[in-house]
């Protein structure tokens, strides 16, 4: 055979099978028969396999708004429900390309609920991605607006974490649940107000729109938080103030017992403290240890949360569950005037008898000085000089005691009772005498004590100075002292 023969016959079968290629290739619009004649010969099996060709043909119907040829393909039977990512799932690739056709193969019984790779429907999608238009088209669809994204939230709660007005009212008129809940038994209601750095017409809109549309103030997260308790634990006023006026329950607890007054003291909002102390809230409420919220910053120190509760109506003189009120847990000089200031009751006495001043005096952790200012300060304020101790010990007597020598002057200098007993019958002289302390035995015998005062025992300032076990030269200068200023022994000593 010659070799033009051969090239003949060559490019004849060359034609040939470009003939039966076109010939079975199908042109978009005549999907249906290609399709019918593919099922006739097993190609497209309704239950069990899946033909790919078809499945693309069907992608691209969808991407180019071919409605004619979608409904053939669904006529045949193809599936709209087929594909794992987002490429091959028609719903998915009609939300990315074509959302105009969702509609339509939601009437083909399209699943509107195929989640994408990161668990996303496509109407959680769309209000995250703030999409009015697709959330809208999804929503007419029939899509389901209480469908769970990957962490349990619904649309709703997303559309309300990314404050968006618009979004929010378009899912409440679709029906979403304003009281549902998520994993932690939050709603939508709590994450608007669990953020501390919300501001803006739209933060105070979306709690508005939410209280409109029925949010429930008493729901509780699972430890028992409302509302009203995140906005106080997160320094949310604005938050804080729209849920008052709505009527929020001021003294419903958590699970641990706190109040949102108690919360909002722990967390040193003093806003929040402000608003809610005026709008009536319990400032008596204790702690687990019996602290009142005005206790619990005064053993904190914490001058301007003190200031605004006090300012906000704290009843100053509130004791803790032993009986203690605020000044005598007081240490600090600017709390102690706050305090005093708003009226404090300085002889209150606790469960140990001890008054604010008794307990300056004997203070062991503190310096002089800052004894001696705090003892001023009540002094100045009308102190009790003769208060006393389970003891019987005044204030002057405990000077002695403790060597205050700056407190002593300063009650001499306030005119106290040099010659009240202790319940021994023992004088703040013979407790002096008693200490060798020289300088308080001058100051008193000055200050006009009773030399020869005798106590429970018959015993009088001399007979203390004699039995002093203490250095023979202080003991002969205040017998000295003692004598000059008249002192005598007891007979019956």
């Known amino acids: 055979m010659s070799p033009e023969l051969i090239l003949i016959i060559l490019i004849t079968l060359i034609a040939a099978l470009a003939a039966i290629v076109y010939a079975i290739k199908p042109a978009e619009g005549d999907a249906a028969n290609t399709a019918i004649k593919d099922d006739k010969s097993g190609l ?16 691209n119907a969808i991407k180019n708004n071919d409605s004619a040829a979608i409904k053939r393909y669904v006529d045949l039977g193809l599936s709209l429900n087929y594909g794992t990512c987002d490429e091959t799932t028609p719903i998915w690739v009609a939300y990315n390309y074509n959302p105009g056709v969702i509609e339509l193969l939601a009437q083909y019984q399209a699943n509107l609920e195929k989640k994408n790779d990161v668990g996303l429907t496509p109407l959680m999608n769309a209000v995250v991605e703030n999409s009015i238009d697709k959330v809208s088209l999804l929503i007419s669809a029939g899509a389901n607006v209480e469908s769970l994204d990957y962490s349990g939230w619904t649309p709703l709660m997303n559309a309300v974490d990314a404050k968006n007005m618009n979004m929010v009212s378009v899912l409440l008129e679709a029906g979403a649940n304003v009281n549902a809940q998520e994993a932690l038994g939050r709603t939508a209601l709590h994450l608007i107000v669990n953020d501390s750095s919300g501001s803006g017409s739209d933060y105070e809109d979306i709690i508005n729109r ?10 509780k997260t699972k430890n028992g938080a409302t509302p009203l308790f995140l906005s106080a634990s997160n320094g949310s006023l604005k938050a804080m103030e729209i849920l008052l006026r709505a009527g929020a329950d001021l003294e419903e607890p958590d699970h641990n017992g706190c109040t949102p007054l108690m919360c909002a003291v722990n967390y040193r909002n003093e806003a929040e403290v402000s608003a809610l102390l005026k709008a009536g809230a319990n400032a008596e409420v204790k702690t687990e240890q019996g602290w009142t919220p005005l206790i619990l910053m005064v053993i904190e120190e914490n001058e301007s949360m003190v200031k605004a509760l006090l300012q906000g109506g704290a009843a100053v003189d509130a004791p803790d569950s032993e009986g203690l009120t605020p000044l005598l847990w007081a240490e600090s000089k600017a709390i102690i005037e706050l305090l005093i200031d708003a009226g404090a009751n300085i002889d209150a006495q606790g469960g140990d008898s001890w008054a604010p001043l008794l307990k300056t005096i004997a203070d062991p952790t503190s310096s002089e000085d800052h004894n001696a200012d705090i003892a001023n300060l009540l002094i100045s304020a009308g102190a009790n000089l003769e208060v006393k101790t389970e003891f019987g010990h005044t204030p002057l007597h405990l000077s002695i005691l403790e060597n205050r020598l700056k407190i002593f002057e300063q009650l001499l200098n306030a005119g106290v009772n040099v010659d009240t007993p202790c319940s021994d019958g023992m004088t703040p002289l013979m407790y002096a005498v008693s200490a060798d302390n020289k300088a308080m035995v001058k100051a008193l015998i000055n200050a006009g004590a009773n030399v020869n005062a005798e106590g429970n025992s018959g015993r009088r300032a001399l007979t203390f100075a004699r039995i002093s076990k203490q250095s023979e030269r202080d003991c002969v200068d205040i017998t000295k002292l003692l004598v000059e200023a008249g002192a005598r022994e007891a007979v019956r000593a």
């Open 210 to 219: 939410l209280l409109e549309a029925g949010a429930d103030l008493g729901i």
């Open 44 to 59: 497209l099996d309704r239950q069990s396999s899946r033909n790919k060709p078809e499945e693309a043909r069907l992608l």
